[in-house]
Structure formats: structure tokens, C-alpha cells
């Protein structure tokens, strides 16, 4: 292999996303020890992304396989990464990429999802087996990947997500006060699973609280008439989407993730870094990112009683906010920078392609 190994870091996807924008600290984060592309089948996500680094070169591909196979022969990568963001994406990309005899391919699982449609559960599995390495963004979502498609124990690795540190002071550390009302961020597409809805409910137990809803997507309608008819509309902030998401909430005092799953939360990442108090729902891999709530109160899924009672403890305590808030930043220097995940896959990459090629035809049998 003369020179700098050539990665190619690829999405399907044709908006940004959680996984796009770790995604995109990846790519910015990377050392140069590696000759890195980035590709898609959206130009301008591409685009986004090959801006995170300069020099980068990004390549847009069509959509079927055969396009994918033209990709992959002009460019020879020494290895493929494909960023999902379910389990079953990209398998245009997967399988040319797996049928070729140069690259080694890497899958990286944003969220551990599975399918009841038997073909579909069937084509995932069986390309995950044929992967030289499979990643997830946190221990939970790494097992449920195991169980859901029977890859076997061990053979999905964990590489945290990571964030840049804030351009700014902590947003919530040493802030004080004119105001009387407390603010309330949360950051997310505007989709059930996020939870949006039991953070409006909460508020029916919490005068004096204000909640801002940083995003957009299809339930944008129902959380507005869900707000109107519990009578808080006038309390909830709908934002949409914004590229300035650390400016939108440089006045919020707490942040809080419903979710009804998460497989980490690159946004709650973001507000922990930030120094903000954070309360979350204890689902996927958000107990291991607040240390089991130590740096965050974890409350049960799809409880807004319990979500306004945590709320509630810390917007009548500004020092437990304070104290909250410095040991979610010190959290998040300690495991959650971008250095570090830069180096996890940097490490990954090197085993990878110093590894025997894995069987493609006859992979190996899972382990128990």
C-alpha cells in the first residue's frame, strides 16, 4: 500500500442529520495519517461535509450500484466507511463496496434499529456479517445491533460520538439571573421518538417554565395543537431548525432530551459541553454519556410527571444547575471530544487494514 491509505467516508442521506454532523467532526477532526474523501448521493450534503476540512475532495454518486461501482474504481479506497443512520441504509454502497477485492468496509450504526419485514432484516444481516468492522455510538446500541440482526457478541464496536469544544464561556456555569422565568432547550427533529410531546406535558406542571424546541420535521403541526390544548402555548418556543443551534440556546438555563430512544445524543452532547444542566430520559446509551446520572438526572421514558419533577428540582436551584452543569462539561473533555473519536477510528482503521480480509462469501459463524 504506497502512500497515505485512502478512506472513503460516505452517506446515502439527503439532509443533515445527528450522524451527519458526526459525520462532519469526523472529518474535521482527523489527522493525516489518511487520505480522506468523503461521498453521497446528495451534493449539497457533500458539499457540507467536504467544507469541514480543507482539501478534502468530494465526489456525489447516483444511486444503484453499478453507479456505486464506478465510484469505487476511479477513486481504489483502501477502505469504505458508511455512515447509517438506520441499520438497513446504504446498501447500494455496501454491496459494491463488499464486492469488490481492494477495499476493506466499515459500517459506523447511528441508531440501533430493527425491521420486522423478514428481506429487509435478512439483507442487513447478511451484509453486517461480511463487514471488516462494524461500529456503534454507544455500548447499548452496539448489544441491540447484536441481538437484532444475531451478529454475535463482541463483534460491534463502540466509538463515541464527539463534540468541539464551545467557541464560548459555559453557557451555564456562573449565570445569573434578571429574569424570573427558566428556559427550557431541547434540540432534535420534531418526530415522536425525540419526545417532544412529554416535554409539553410536563409543563402543565411547571408555571414559570418556558420551553424552546430547536428543529423542524413532520410533527411541527401536533406539537403546536398538543401546546394549545393544554393551555402552555404560550410557554413553548417552536424555533425550527437553525445552523446556529450553541447561539439558540446561549440563554437557556436547562436542557433537556424526552427521548423515547437515543442511541447517545450528539445534541445533548453539545449541551453538556456547553455546561448546561441536563436532564434526559435513561434510554439507549444516554445512561453511559451522563454516568448514570451523575453528570445529568435520568428520568423514565415517556414520563412527564417524573420530566417535571427533575425540571422542576433544578429551575427552583440555580447552584444545583451550576454544579450539574460543571461536571457535564468536565464529562465531556474527559470522553466525548472529537480528538478522541478521531483517534477511536484512526485505531479502528489501522487493525482493519493490517487484518487478514475477512470471507465474503463464507464469513464467519457469530459468536455466542
Not at 462532519?24 to 489527522?31: C, K, T
Request: hydrophobic share 45%; with cysteine.
Amino acid at each position: 500500500m504506497a502512500g497515505r491509505p485512502r478512506v472513503l467516508l460516505y452517506t446515502s442521506v439527503g439532509a443533515v442529520g445527528g450522524a451527519e454532523v458526526a459525520l462532519a467532526h469526523l472529518v474535521g477532526a482527523l489527522g493525516d495519517a489518511y487520505d480522506v474523501h468523503v461521498a453521497g448521493t446528495h451534493e449539497p450534503v457533500v458539499r457540507w461535509l467536504a467544507g469541514h476540512r480543507p482539501g478534502v475532495p468530494g465526489h456525489v454518486t447516483g444511486g444503484g450500484i453499478l453507479a456505486h461501482a464506478r465510484l469505487l474504481r476511479r477513486l481504489r479506497p483502501d477502505l469504505v466507511q458508511a455512515n447509517l443512520e438506520v441499520p438497513w441504509a446504504s446498501p447500494a454502497m455496501l454491496c459494491a463496496a463488499l464486492a469488490r477485492r481492494r477495499p476493506r468496509v466499515v459500517a459506523v450504526q447511528h441508531m440501533a434499529a430493527r425491521t420486522v419485514e423478514l428481506p429487509l432484516l435478512l439483507r442487513t444481516r447478511a451484509l453486517a456479517l461480511r463487514l471488516d468492522g462494524n461500529v456503534a455510538v454507544s455500548a447499548d446500541g452496539a448489544k441491540r445491533i447484536e441481538d437484532f440482526y444475531a451478529l454475535g457478541r463482541g463483534s460491534v464496536h463502540v466509538i463515541h460520538n464527539g463534540v468541539p469544544p464551545p467557541p464560548s464561556p459555559p453557557a451555564a456555569i456562573a449565570r445569573v439571573r434578571a429574569r424570573r422565568e427558566v428556559v427550557v432547550g431541547c434540540v432534535g427533529r420534531l418526530d415522536p421518538v425525540k419526545g417532544q410531546d412529554v416535554l409539553i406535558d410536563a409543563l402543565t406542571r411547571l408555571p414559570g417554565v418556558r420551553a424552546r424546541l430547536i428543529g423542524s420535521g413532520a410533527q411541527e403541526a401536533a406539537l403546536r395543537a398538543r401546546a394549545e390544548r393544554l393551555g402552555v402555548a404560550d410557554r413553548v418556543d417552536l424555533t425550527g431548525w437553525s445552523d446556529d443551534v450553541a447561539g439558540l440556546l446561549g440563554d437557556v438555563d436547562i436542557y433537556c432530551q424526552p427521548s423515547r430512544y437515543e442511541a447517545l445524543g450528539l445534541a445533548l452532547i453539545e449541551a453538556m459541553g456547553a455546561g448546561l444542566p441536563c436532564v434526559a430520559s435513561a434510554t439507549g446509551g444516554v445512561p453511559e454519556l451522563l454516568d448514570g446520572g451523575r453528570c445529568g438526572r435520568l428520568v423514565p421514558t415517556a414520563d412527564p410527571d417524573a420530566l417535571a419533577a427533575a425540571i422542576g428540582h433544578l429551575a427552583a436551584d440555580p447552584d444545583a444547575r451550576e454544579r450539574l452543569g460543571r461536571r457535564a462539561r468536565e464529562r465531556t473533555r474527559a470522553a466525548f471530544t472529537t480528538e478522541r473519536m478521531a483517534a477511536g477510528y484512526e485505531s479502528l482503521w489501522a487493525r482493519t487494514l493490517a487484518a487478514p480480509r475477512t470471507g465474503r462469501l463464507r464469513p464467519q459463524p457469530p459468536r455466542p
